[in-house]
C-alpha cells in the first residue's frame, strides 16, 4: 500500500483507506501506511478528513470539504461537543497504551486537538498514560503542544516521570526547535530543584558550555585564516 501510495493514484488510495483510519492507526502496521499517506500524500482538507474521523461514526462516513479545527466545529455546532469528546477520550486512551502511535504525527494532531477544547479534569484523565510516550513526541509542533498542557495539567508525581522519560534525551530536546519547549515547560513547573538539577540542569549548562567554547574555536581558526593570509600577502608583496 506505501508502494501504491508513492507510484500510482494517490488519490484513490486515500479515499480507499478514509473510514478506517482510527482502526490502521491502532495497528502497528497499518499506521505506518496511514502516516505515509498523512505526513506525506494528503492535502490539509484530506488531513482534516482523518483527524475528524476520531470525532464519531457521523464524520467517518461523511468527510470533511474544508479545513476546521475542532474548536471551530464545536463552536458552530456546540450540541456535538460532549459525543465528540467522550468519543475522542475513549479512543485516545485506548492508544496510549501502544508505544507506536508516540512516532504518528496524525495521532499527535488527533491529541492536540482534543487537548485545546477539553475540560481540565478530561484531559488530565490522559496525563498518567503519557508518562514514557511525550518524550517520542515533543519534535513535532503539535506534540510539544500536547507535552506542555500535559506538564500544566499533570500533578507532582506526573512531572518527575516526564522529567525522569527524558534520561538519555535531554541533549536532542535542547537542540529541538519543538522539543526545547518541553524542557522550559517542566523546568517552569516543577518545584523538585535536585531532580531538575541533575536530570536536565546540568545537561543543559554542559551543552552551553560546548556550545561557547566551539564559538570560540571557530572564532580563533577565522582569526589565524586572517593572520595567514596577511603574512601570504606580505611574502607576496616582497
Excluded: W
Excluded at 495539567?153 to 527524558?166: N, Q, T, V, W, Y
Aim: proline fraction near 1%; glycine fraction near 4%.
Amino acid at each position: 500500500v506505501r508502494k501504491l501510495l508513492k507510484y500510482t493514484d494517490r488519490t484513490r488510495v486515500i479515499k480507499a483507506l478514509q473510514g478506517h483510519i482510527v482502526e490502521l492507526l491502532k495497528h502497528q502496521f497499518g499506521s505506518s501506511v496511514v502516516e505515509d499517506a498523512y505526513s506525506e500524500y494528503a492535502n490539509a482538507v484530506q488531513r482534516c478528513a482523518f483527524v475528524e474521523e476520531f470525532y464519531g461514526t457521523e464524520f467517518t462516513v461523511f468527510h470533511t470539504d474544508k479545513k476546521r479545527t475542532l474548536a471551530e466545529l464545536l463552536a458552530k455546532e456546540p450540541t456535538k461537543r460532549v459525543a465528540i469528546l467522550s468519543r475522542m477520550g475513549g479512543i485516545l486512551s485506548s492508544m496510549l497504551n501502544k508505544p507506536h502511535v508516540s512516532d504518528s504525527t496524525l495521532f499527535h494532531a488527533v491529541m492536540a486537538q482534543y487537548f485545546s477544547v477539553a475540560e481540565d479534569a478530561q484531559a488530565a484523565e490522559l496525563v498518567p498514560l503519557l508518562h514514557e510516550l511525550l518524550v517520542h513526541m515533543v519534535h513535532t509542533r503539535d506534540g510539544v503542544r500536547v507535552a506542555i498542557r500535559a506538564v500544566e495539567l499533570g500533578s507532582a508525581k506526573d512531572r518527575k516521570a516526564f522529567i525522569k522519560s527524558l534520561k538519555g534525551h535531554v541533549a536532542d530536546a535542547y537542540k529541538d526547535q519543538n522539543a526545547h519547549l518541553f524542557i522550559m515547560a517542566l523546568l517552569d513547573r516543577t518545584d523538585d530543584t535536585t531532580l531538575l538539577n541533575s536530570a536536565i540542569i546540568e545537561v543543559c549548562l554542559l551543552l552551553l558550555l560546548l556550545t561557547h567554547m566551539k564559538k570560540g574555536g571557530k572564532r580563533e581558526e577565522e582569526k589565524e585564516r586572517g593572520h595567514q593570509r596577511k603574512r601570504d600577502e606580505e611574502t607576496t608583496n616582497k
